[in-house]
Every structure is written in C-alpha cells, then in structure tokens.
C-alpha cells in the first residue's frame, strides 16, 4: 500500500468517528484525466477532508512554510502536496501545478487563497481560472459546509462539473474564469447551508 493511500485511510478514519460526515456527489468526480476540485476554504483541516473522500490521488498547493516545519514537511510531500510562495505569482508552484493536470492528475485549490476568517466565501483569486482555462481539466466546484467541533455535522459537496468550452473557446481571462467558478461554489454554499 502506497503512502498516499494509507494516509488517506488514516484521515478517513479520523474525520468519521470524529464529526457526523455527510458526502454528496462523489458520483460527479471522473475516475480518470485531469480533475481541478476547487472549494471554499474555512480550516487548516480542509485539504485532507476534502481529499479523503475522493477515491483517486489529490494533488494540493500549500503555503511554504508548512515544508520547513520539519516532519509534517516530509508527511504533506509524501502525500503529494507542493509549496507555494503567497502573495506573489509564484511560478514555479504554476508550473508544478499544470504539469499535475496534464499528466491527468487530480489537484485541489482553495481559490481564496487562505481560509476565511468568518467562514463566509472570500473573493478568488485568479490561479483556478488560471488551472481551468490552460489544461482539459473537469473543474468541480466543491463547497464544506460545517464546523469542526467534535461530533458536529460536517459535510462536503462535490458539485457537478462546470461548463467550460465556451469560456476557453472566448478566450475570457482567468480573473472571469475564477469568478465563474467561485460563483458555483457559492450557489452549493447557498443550496446545502
């Protein structure tokens, strides 16, 4: 058993006997090819419970200071997340992340680029419309809906894929391309609250 699996194993368990999990849409994500799920992010346990519940590898930018810290730097590479500089079009972290796709990985981002401090959706920034517009990739909007208090309820939605031909097709910009999509996890965040 690979070391991504048993992690995700290990993240599953813990994330079901500690809150009330409820998954919705898991149907909507493709078995195989490039697959950008893009959520709103509310917690430092995000990343792994949005991750946990998908039966194939995600892929996660994270900031860079998490992988000078020095075991969960090793842990968090091991399961396949890559550094990013904020504040800065870090490049190197773009070109990582196209390559993911491309390759037809999965790769998760948060398009606010940190959590939300009060828990309501933050406005994007352009890395996602950036991801969507540059690759093939299904882009699934996701919205976690909850709170992390021990045995709350606690529930993600994987939303059905969005319509992107015709955006690429107009060439709109990424800061469209991510407000379109930022839109969609704000129409689930309205329709499971």
Same mark, same amino acid.
């Given at each position: 058993m690979n070391l991504y699996v048993f992690g995700r194993g290990l993240c599953r368990s813990f994330?079901? /006997?500690?809150? *009330? =999990?409820?998954?919705?849409? @898991?149907?909507n994500i493709p078995k195989e090819g490039p697959v950008l799920l893009c959520s709103n992010h509310i917690?430092?346990?995000?990343?792994?419970?949005?991750?946990?519940? =998908?039966? *194939?590898k995600v892929h996660y930018m994270a900031k860079a200071e998490l992988f000078k810290v020095? @075991? +969960?730097? *090793?842990?968090? /590479?091991? =399961?396949?997340?890559?550094p990013v500089k904020r504040g800065a079009g870090d490049k190197q972290? +773009? !070109? +990582?992340? +196209?390559k993911i796709l491309k390759e037809g990985e999965a790769l998760g981002l948060f398009p606010e680029g940190t959590r939300s401090k009060d828990g309501k959706l933050g406005k994007g920034l352009a890395g996602a419309g950036f991801f969507a517009l540059r690759t093939d990739a299904v882009v699934i909007p996701c919205a976690i809906i909850g709170s992390y208090k021990p045995f709350s309820k606690l529930r993600v939605i994987y939303g059905e894929p969005l319509e992107m031909e015709?955006? *690429?097709a107009a060439k709109a910009s990424s800061g469209e391309v991510?407000?379109?999509?930022? !839109?969609?996890?704000?129409?689930? @965040?309205? !329709?499971h609250k």
């Amino acid at each position: 058993m690979n070391l991504y699996v048993f992690g995700r194993g290990l993240c599953r368990s813990f994330f079901s /006997t500690t809150y *009330r =999990v409820e998954t919705t849409g @898991l149907e909507n994500i493709p078995k195989e090819g490039p697959v950008l799920l893009c959520s709103n992010h509310i917690h430092n346990f995000d990343p792994p419970f949005l991750g946990s519940y =998908v039966p *194939r590898k995600v892929h996660y930018m994270a900031k860079a200071e998490l992988f000078k810290v020095p @075991l +969960l730097g *090793r842990m968090i /590479t091991a =399961v396949g997340a890559f550094p990013v500089k904020r504040g800065a079009g870090d490049k190197q972290a +773009l !070109k +990582l992340g +196209l390559k993911i796709l491309k390759e037809g990985e999965a790769l998760g981002l948060f398009p606010e680029g940190t959590r939300s401090k009060d828990g309501k959706l933050g406005k994007g920034l352009a890395g996602a419309g950036f991801f969507a517009l540059r690759t093939d990739a299904v882009v699934i909007p996701c919205a976690i809906i909850g709170s992390y208090k021990p045995f709350s309820k606690l529930r993600v939605i994987y939303g059905e894929p969005l319509e992107m031909e015709s955006l *690429r097709a107009a060439k709109a910009s990424s800061g469209e391309v991510t407000d379109y999509i930022m !839109k969609a996890i704000a129409e689930l @965040l309205h !329709k499971h609250k």
